[in-house]
T-cell receptor, first 110, second 117 residues
Framework: AQSVSQHNHHVILSEAASLELGCNYS??????LFWYVQYPGQHLQLLLK??????LVKGIKGFEAEFIKSKFSFNLRKPSVQWSDTAEYFC????????FGTGTRLTIIP | DTEVTQTPKHLVMGMTNKKSLKCEQH?????MYWYKQKAKKPPELMFV???????INESVPSRFSPECPNSSLLNLHLHALQPEDSALYLC????????????????FGEGSRLTVL
């Protein structure tokens, strides 16, 4: 069975700081990888996705993620965060069904 | 705004009530999903419909009964729920691949927040 680990439960940063959220998955076969974001009071929405090809993928709002197959990782990065990035971030993997990690709550201090 | 519409946004029901949650999408997606999300937890898959047929039931108690009347609509019928069933219920949809699976790129509604008294 596939599983996803997000080791950062709550991250607090000041505006303009750089961000990296960790995500590791376990599955022996081919998976698709995702980061979803849930802004306060809003619906869950796709931030970025990796299916194949270039392991560095760019998403919306300046976010990017790097797939490192040897490390089973798909970490999310942003060079300079904004207050509006305050949200819950979920890493997810999909083979036959979508499995979410436990989530990382990101709080940006103005 | 999301293209997956869920109603009602909030629902309060007693343990003996019967109620339904509704979900609608007009993106032409042929897979639809119900997820349950407790506070500060990730969404947990409950049911998957593919081409209006139930394809995955994650061992959900029978007090939750899904229904997919057509390719655009998904219902979740609720009966004799328990207080621990209080949660945010999320509907999602996606395309179906030729082989029958999906890419995992799901489009979510805003959810129906259910409180069981």
């Amino acid at each position: 069975a596939q599983s996803v680990s997000q080791h950062n439960h709550h991250v607090i940063l000041s505006e303009a700081a750089s961000l990296e959220l960790g995500c590791n998955y376990s599955y022996g076969g081919t998976v698709n990888l995702f980061w979803y974001v849930q802004y306060p009071g809003q619906h869950l929405q796709l931030l970025l996705k990796y299916f194949s090809g270039d392991p560095l993928v760019k998403g919306i709002k300046g976010f990017e993620a790097e797939f490192i197959k040897s490390k089973f990782s798909f970490n999310l990065r942003k060079p300079s965060v904004q207050w509006s990035d305050t949200a819950e971030y979920f890493c997810a993997v999909s083979n036959e069904k979508l499995t979410f990690g436990t989530g990382t709550r990101l709080t940006i201090i103005p | 705004d999301t293209e997956v519409t869920q109603t009602p946004k909030h629902l309060v029901m007693g343990m003996t009530n019967k109620k339904s949650l509704k979900c609608e999408q007009h993106m032409g997606h042929r897979a639809m999903y119900w997820y349950k999300q407790k506070a500060k937890k990730p969404p947990e898959l409950m049911f998957v419909y593919s081409y209006e047929k139930l394809s995955i039931n994650e061992s959900v108690p029978s007090r939750f009964s899904p229904e997919c009347p057509n390719s655009s609509l998904l219902n979740l019928h609720l009966h004799a729920l328990q207080p621990e069933d209080s949660a945010l219920y999320l509907c999602a949809s996606s395309q179906v691949l030729r082989g029958g699976g999906n890419t995992g790129e799901l489009f979510f509604g805003e959810g129906s927040r259910l409180t069981v008294l």
